[in-house]
């Protein structure tokens, strides 16, 4: 089995693919497509196979995906990059892969999405059945893209698509929960966030690719305990604004995923049920 893994050298990408390559069984395979050579040799160094290619670029998807079994495409343009941007690679470029694995005989495809495609709150945990409701302080281009993608790719009767959707990542160095700051700026003290550790993610993302038998599946990969926006300034050790007490969380429920299907369906269980867990583990 060949696996092919795009976005790796990204926050989440760089720490799946070693957990991926060190998992991997006799006549596993593993590659690769990354811009930079250099990006991608710490890649090879642990034994994946290296292609050099743009996401946006089709020969290189063609190339990238020639002779792949199943396919985990986890490139993505976050908030903050223009909007013309965050479409060509999360819809366009994630579709084109798609058709480019299809048409190459992949046999599966992993989605790499997020809870942010969700909109606003339901006033409980979201699942995997709920629609898109565009809305809320973080809906965007990033969030539309994305969904648009889930849709199109889920779309193609040729292969078996599944789709995971991450929430808030952290762990292992990743500067997200410092920078989680910057939005928690203006947040109501209990109003919270959804996390997830990257050595969750992984193992969310591992089972969603090996189950057999769950083609058009969606599943949320989370925590069991989304933090305030007070808990997130006392694990950054930054002093509490005197007054975010005095503020409202407008919807009390955003952002918070239900873990039931993937617990029940593939065995998932958080190594970091908290991020207070994890702080203690010293593995943020």
Do not use: C
Not at 14 to 25: C, I, K, N, S, T
Not at 43 to 65: I, N, P, Q, Y
Not at 81 to 96: F, Q
């Amino acid at each position: 089995m060949l696996t092919l893994v795009t976005g790796a050298t990204g926050q989440v990408g760089r720490r799946f693919v070693p957990r991926l390559l060190a998992q991997a069984r006799a006549g596993e395979r593993v590659r690769v497509l990354v811009r930079d050579e250099a990006r991608g040799a710490p890649f090879a160094e642990l034994g994946a196979e290296v292609v050099l290619g743009d996401l946006r670029d089709e020969t290189a998807l063609g190339k990238a995906a020639s002779g792949a079994d199943a396919v985990v495409n986890v490139a993505a343009s976050f908030r903050g990059v223009p909007d013309e941007e965050a479409w060509a690679v999360n819809r366009d470029a994630a579709v084109a892969l798609g058709r480019a694995a299809a048409a190459s005989g992949v046999r599966r495809f992993v989605q790499v999405s997020t809870g942010i495609v969700y909109g606003v709150g339901r006033g409980r945990p979201l699942t995997e059945e709920d629609e898109s409701r565009p809305g809320g302080e973080m809906w965007g281009a990033y969030g539309e893209s994305k969904v648009a993608a889930e849709r199109e790719l889920l779309a193609l009767d040729t292969m078996d698509v599944r789709v995971a959707r991450l929430p808030f990542v952290y762990g292992e160095g990743d500067p997200h929960l410092a920078n989680s700051l910057r939005w928690a700026t203006s947040w109501a003290s209990n109003q919270r966030l959804h996390m997830g550790h990257h050595a969750d993610v992984a193992q969310g993302l591992l089972r969603v690719l090996h189950t057999p038998g769950v083609a058009g599946r969606i599943y949320n990969i989370a925590d069991d305990a989304p933090v305030t926006a007070v808990e997130l300034y006392q694990l950054n050790g930054v002093e509490i604004p005197t007054d975010m007490h005095t503020r409202t969380d407008p919807d009390p429920w955003f952002g918070v995923m239900s873990t039931e299907r993937i617990r029940r369906e593939l065995g998932y269980r958080p190594l970091y049920p908290t991020v207070w867990s994890a702080r203690d583990a010293g593995a943020l």
